[in-house]
Structure formats: C-alpha cells, structure tokens
C-alpha cells in the first residue's frame, strides 16, 4: 500500500495492447516509467473488458506468464485505481484488447511549483492537450 505523503499532480495514462501481447507490452511500459526521473508509478492495473462490456481490474502479480519480481508487481498496485476509473476505462477499450492503467505522479511539477513560489508565483493549472495528432488536425496547414 502507498505510505502516507502528499502527492503532486496525478496522471492516468491508458495503454491497450492486443490481449495476447500485454505481457510484453507491460514490461516495456514500467521499464520504461520506473526508469524516468521526473515521474513516480503510484499504481498499475490492467483493464480488461468482456464482450458485453463489463469491465474489470486485474493486479500484475495475478497475470499468468508475466516474468518479474512478484513483490514489485504487488508493490505497484496500491489501489488508488478506483473501480469507477475501471468502469471508465472499460468504455474506451474493446474486448480484444487489454489496458494499461498507470497513475503517475509528475515530480516535475511538484520541483517547478516550489521554484515558482519563490517568486510569489504558483502553478494555476495542468491542461492536457490531445494527441499531438489531433491538434494538428484542428489547427490544419500553415
């Protein structure tokens, strides 16, 4: 479970992978995030959806095959995914495919807003902008 602290900013970030590849898809995500200094993994759970549309959470160290540290994949999961973050997941994911749920903390911000206070400023709002695609799309060519 999580110790007791503050946290900076959170951050849901949803990955889907095929459901026969998550394994890999898995390893490569957290190898990547546990290795970033600017962000902390807060939690991770995979969402996996039934053709119906129910969806539902599935903690790391309870997936068949996945090679790793059991005690790290339990230490990963401290339950600050909520079941309604599940249920939202689930809408955004097709039965084919499993999710990636990770909750991230931005250290970053937390280091930027400490720097900014010392000038009588303070961080006003975190927007997240689409894919850079999209935004793209809307602005159209110059």
């Not at 992978?17 to 995979?46: C, I």
Request: with cysteine; net charge negative; glycine share 8%.
């Amino acid at each position: 479970m999580l110790e007791a602290m503050a946290l900076g900013p959170l951050e849901l970030i949803v990955l889907s992978f095929p459901a026969q590849r998550l394994n890999d898809g898995v390893l490569a995500t957290l190898e990547l995030l546990t290795r970033e200094p600017s962000v902390r993994v807060v939690d991770v759970l995979v969402v996996r959806t039934d053709a119906v549309g129910g969806a539902c959470g599935v903690e790391l160290n309870e997936l068949a095959g996945l090679v790793g540290d059991p005690a790290e994949f339990a230490r990963l999961a401290t339950g600050l995914i909520t079941e309604t973050d599940i249920d939202e997941v689930g809408t955004i994911v097709d039965h084919d495919t499993d999710a990636l749920a990770v909750l991230v903390e931005h250290l970053w911000v937390s280091d930027l807003a400490t720097r900014v206070a010392t000038t009588d400023g303070t961080v006003l709002a975190l927007l997240h902008i689409p894919a850079v695609q999209e935004v793209l799309a809307a602005v159209g060519p110059r």
